[in-house]
């Protein structure tokens, strides 16, 4: 039981680059969700899904796309990387009242 | 729309001694509390929650929290802290209306454990 997986644990893009940070979970947890970390600003979260073909945004989803179209696998697009993007993002599922969160993905942008 | 405040962003703290943090929230609705815990370079992790009944609920590593409903608190307490009690702790929300786990997170207090 992996439990929440994220890849890459590091990147570094620039300005106008495009990526997509992966994340996979292995409970069948219906609800899924990212995060970004910023100093002093605790976990603010960006979109999450409560099933399968179901997303919606959070505190601060501009700058992000999200699908869900397996319950397992929820990645996070960005599509035109910015230097206020860099951060350290957060995969997280749910079942219940407990999340189980990802190691991180450190993301970089010059 | 629920907040949490968490008015410490950084607490030191000598081994052995009693330490408190401090987590305030905001909500027009009756609600769900916990306290999650990040170590160094790791994803967060529960430590302890409160969903009803006793309000006074423990971590099996001797952390214990107080539900406060007038005060609108969740203070997180420890009689006599390790130093491998250091890392960044979270207090979070819940609201109890919503059919989702959707959680909001305060901004985090760094405990520093000096030996």
């Known amino acids: 039981n992996a439990g929440v997986t994220q890849t890459p644990k590091f990147q570094v893009l620039k300005t106008g680059q495009s990526m997509t940070l992966q994340c996979a979970q292995d409970m069948n947890h219906e609800y899924m969700s990212w995060y970004r970390q910023d100093p002093g600003m605790g976990l603010r979260l960006i979109h999450y899904s409560v099933g399968a073909g179901i997303t919606d945004q959070g505190e601060v989803p501009n700058g992000y796309n999200v699908s869900r179209s397996t319950t397992e696998d929820f990645p996070l697009r960005l599509l035109s990387a910015a230097p206020s993007q860099t951060s350290v993002y957060f995969c997280?599922?749910?079942?219940?009242?407990?999340?189980?969160f990802g190691p991180g993905t450190r993301l970089t942008v010059l | 729309a629920q907040s949490v405040t968490q008015l410490d962003s950084q607490v030191p703290v000598f081994e052995e001694a009693p330490v408190e943090l401090r987590c305030n929230y905001s909500s027009s609705v009756s609600v769900y509390l916990f306290w999650y815990v990040q170590y160094p370079n790791q994803g967060l992790q529960l430590l302890l929650k409160y969903l009803s009944g006793s309000t006074l609920v423990e971590s099996i590593n001797g952390f214990e929290a107080e539900f406060n409903k007038s005060q609108t608190s969740f203070h997180l307490r420890k009689p006599s802290v390790h130093i491998s009690d250091t890392a960044e702790y979270f207090c979070?929300?819940?609201?109890?209306?919503?059919?989702?786990?959707?959680?909001?997170f305060g901004p985090g207090t760094s405990l520093s454990v000096i030996p």
């Open positions: 979070a929300v819940s609201e109890m209306k919503t059919s989702y786990d959707k959680v909001i």
């Open positions: 997280a599922s749910s079942s219940g009242f407990e999340q189980f």
